[in-house]
């Protein structure tokens, strides 16, 4: 397992690869560590990229660990675009399952690759901040950045 950890607007994370894939992004105490692998190189420059605005998506190979329902949602977060926002009942419904919004807010509060499964876009049904691993006011930083982002 390999691991670094970068400094982000947002705070430390901590990126951890098993050699093929990313499988964990998770918010962390410093201090810096430099970037070991190729892999973890990548995804610390494209995320690098992403909080200068210069990147939307990522093309970073990813390998969350969870179960057959999680993937589903973590799957259905990807595909939510930039800058925009889901409910937790749209998400369920998306997978399937339109009664599973509390399901859903576990399968994110269980997402092993923060930013990059991006569960921060993720809001309540009457458009609120919910809950986020990494503290709400980096939820609504990155929202924030997000929605200041000019299109391209």
């Not at 691991?3 to 810096?32: H, K, Y």
Request: charged letters at 20%; hydrophobic letters at 40%.
């Amino acid at each position: 397992m390999d691991f670094c950890v970068v400094e982000t607007p947002v705070g430390f994370l901590r990126l951890e690869a098993d050699g093929s894939a990313l499988t964990r992004v998770e918010f962390c105490a410093g201090p810096c560590a430099a970037p070991q692998s190729d892999l973890l190189r990548r995804a610390a420059q494209q995320l690098a990229e992403y909080f200068s605005s210069a990147r939307r998506t990522f093309s970073i190979p990813l390998a969350p660990r969870g179960t057959p329902f999680q993937h589903a949602v973590w799957s259905a977060l990807c595909d939510i675009p930039y800058g925009q926002t889901r409910s937790y009942g749209q998400i369920a419904a998306s997978v399937g399952n339109p009664r599973a919004a509390r399901a859903v807010g576990m399968a994110c509060n269980r997402n092993p690759i923060g930013i990059l499964i991006p569960c921060h876009r993720v809001l309540g049904a009457n458009g609120a901040l919910t809950g986020y691993a990494g503290g709400m006011d980096k939820k609504a930083a990155l929202l924030a950045m997000e929605r200041e982002t000019p299109d391209t």
